[in-house]
């Protein structure tokens, strides 16, 4: 008998990365994917426990699903209630305590074993936050769903960085780097099945040191360069990297490597030098500038994405205006940016000298407003410009579809729906806050004969 499975997924790719394999282990024991949690037979809530208020936001959505798991029971039916991710790694028993309906509580290294969980939940509530010896890609079956047109690929798990603000290295564990040959495999897989763009994942991606086909170790340039040859794969990407894993190899493969995407999202956090020793970072502001200037001296056209904090513990204002100096030095074409946010048992979560939240809060419009402007900027300039992009899926409006550019920029277009999968020269027409729109360019006599 088939059975209903919803997951819902917060937070960050390797998160979604990790629901699509809890989904494919599952499958075989008769789950099949739910559009929502009424009537399910096994709830799934993979958490995120980054920033903000993440533990209250989880219990207020498991109240929703205690009321519909209760209704279900009332008709003689069954919901197994499952948290998971990084919430489930930082609280843990706490959760079974505080939510008496909720089955199984299993930490991020721990999801190879939901088969045993989920059959150990008919009979007794199920804990399990280890971190085991084994990693647990050695356990997980071989990626069989359809992926998409671009799909995801963890090569890298977990943080040893220990920056005083995250609770990764905590929720995630110590760093671990899957085998060069599994990933190849991945990779393969994916292209067979229709993937034309592989996003390699990793809470410290560049930090990547597996082991390589012969034996010895690689870095994430080499890697790339191995998947670079996969027939079928048009596009790499990587994230989330750290300035200080930046290394020649990775800086060389954005000069030689034509797969891979001239985008890099590179968190600086804060441009104060303070600040950054603060939290930990292990670079300063300037080191971060050479680092782009040599990325730029590599693929000119590079496009760089950050993370941002503002308000973190002791931020003076003349420490907030070194991080938007260093915004306008650098220039991004994208960012995200956020306000400190205490997560409890890390190092500045006790600090005392916490900044006020209307501090905090002014600080960040003022760094999203420069933002914002560098990102309107840096899409206008696309105006009229022709570039390849990469069609995934439909579009909002009928005929239309969607796609990146390999800036990561949104675009979409009036196009037929075979076209999904096509690298399609586009015509850049206008930019809108957060997308442009573009339209098939003519078949320049340049463009003859090559293929996408
Ligand atoms: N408060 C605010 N932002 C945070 N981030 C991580 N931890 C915190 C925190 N405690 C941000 C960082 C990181 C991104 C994924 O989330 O900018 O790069
Ligand atoms: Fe968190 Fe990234 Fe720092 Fe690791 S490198 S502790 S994941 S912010």
Not at 318 to 332: K, M, Q
Not at 363 to 391: D, K, M, T
Request: hydrophobic share 40%; aromatic share 6%.
């Amino acid at each position: 008998m088939k059975k209903r499975l919803f997951i819902k997924t917060y937070g960050c790719q390797m998160n979604v990365y990790d629901s699509a394999r809890i989904a494919e282990l599952l499958t075989p024991l008769g789950y099949e994917a739910a559009t929502g949690p009424e009537g399910a037979d096994l709830v799934i809530l993979n958490t995120c426990h980054i920033r903000d208020k993440a533990v209250e936001k989880m219990f207020s959505e498991l109240g929703t699903i205690r009321r519909l798991k209760h209704a279900q029971e009332r008709h003689g039916g069954r919901m197994v209630v499952a948290v998971g991710g990084c919430v489930a790694q930082a609280e843990g028993a706490e959760i079974l305590e505080r939510a008496p309906f909720v089955d199984i509580v299993f930490g991020p290294q721990a999801y190879h074993r939901l088969p045993e969980m989920v059959a150990r939940a008919a009979t007794e509530r199920v804990l399990d936050t280890s971190f085991p010896a084994e990693p647990k890609f050695d356990y997980l079956p071989e990626t069989s769903a359809t992926p998409g047109v671009s799909a995801f690929l963890a090569v890298q798990e977990g943080c040893d960085k220990f920056c005083t603000f995250c609770v990764v290295p905590y929720t995630r564990g110590a760093e671990y780097s899957r085998p060069a040959a599994e990933i190849i495999a991945e990779a393969r897989r994916l292209a067979d099945s229709g993937a034309r763009e592989i996003t390699l994942l990793g809470q410290n991606v560049n930090a990547y040191h597996g082991l390589s086909p012969k034996g010895g170790v690689w870095g994430l340039g080499e890697l790339i360069g191995a998947l670079a040859g996969i027939p079928g794969l048009a596009r790499l990407r990587y994230t989330t990297s750290h300035p200080k894993d930046v290394d020649d190899a990775l800086i060389a493969a954005h000069r030689d490597i034509a797969e891979l995407m001239p985008y890099l999202h590179l968190p600086v956090q804060s441009g104060s030098d303070r600040v950054l020793a603060a939290m930990n970072r292990r670079h300063t502001a300037d080191q971060y500038r050479r680092t782009v200037e040599r990325l730029r001296r590599a693929r000119p056209d590079i496009a760089l994405s950050s993370d941002f904090i503002v308000g973190f513990p002791g931020e003076s204002e003349a420490d907030f205006r070194a991080t938007t100096d260093l915004v306008r030095d650098i220039g991004f074409a994208q960012a995200f940016s956020f306000k400190y946010s205490p997560r409890p048992g890390t190092p500045a979560a006790n600090a005392a000298d916490q900044i006020p939240e209307p501090v905090k809060a002014d600080r960040l419009a003022i760094l999203q407003a420069l933002l914002h402007e560098q990102q309107q900027a840096f899409n206008q300039a696309c105006v009229g410009e022709v570039l390849p992009v990469l069609f995934e899926k439909p579009g909002r409006h009928p005929g239309q579809l969607v796609g990146r550019s390999p800036y990561l920029q949104s675009i979409h277009a009036e196009a037929p729906a075979e076209r999904i999968g096509d690298i399609v020269p586009l015509t850049i027409r206008a930019a809108l806050p957060n997308s442009l729109a573009g339209a098939i360019a003519p078949q320049s006599p340049s463009l003859d004969g090559v293929a996408a």
